[in-house]
Nanobody
Framework: VQLQAYGGGVVRAGGSLRLSCAAS?????IGWFRQAPGKEREFVAT???????LYADSLKDRFTIFRNNADRTVYLQMNNLKPEDTAVYFC????????????????WGQGTLVTVSS
């Protein structure tokens, strides 16, 4: 399975971005993780093929994960962005069951950089 993540960019604090992750084949779940400079990779959100979603508690009020089943693309809508959201965002895929642990995900995209300026 190959994953292509895109949609990152530079945005001012309070702005929005939508990230996309296109998968080359069906999987059980696709999740988003992020890694800021000098920090460990952290879970953001995940969505399984049955429509069940999980979010990091600190992000669930601002981020929404959803999918387009027709083209196997999963989106991450990020609203009210803050400078601390600056990171490289990765999408990753695994077979069921859905989890929030990066080590459980088998397939990874290349990452897309999100920079939020103050």
């Amino acid at each position: 399975v190959q994953l292509q993540a895109y949609g990152g960019g530079v945005v001012r604090a309070g702005g929005s971005l939508r990230l996309s992750c296109a998968a080359s084949a069906p999987t059980g779940a696709i999740g988003w993780f992020r890694q800021a400079p000098g920090k460990e990779r952290e879970f953001v959100a995940t969505l399984d093929l049955l429509g069940r979603s999980l979010y990091a508690d600190s992000l669930k009020d601002r981020f929404t994960i959803f999918r387009n089943n027709a083209d196997r693309t999963v989106y991450l809508q990020m609203n009210n962005l803050k400078p601390e959201d600056t990171a490289v965002y990765f999408c990753a895929a695994k077979y069921l069951p859905v989890t929030t642990k990066a080590g459980d995900y088998t397939y990874w995209g290349q990452g897309t950089l999100v920079t939020v300026s103050s």
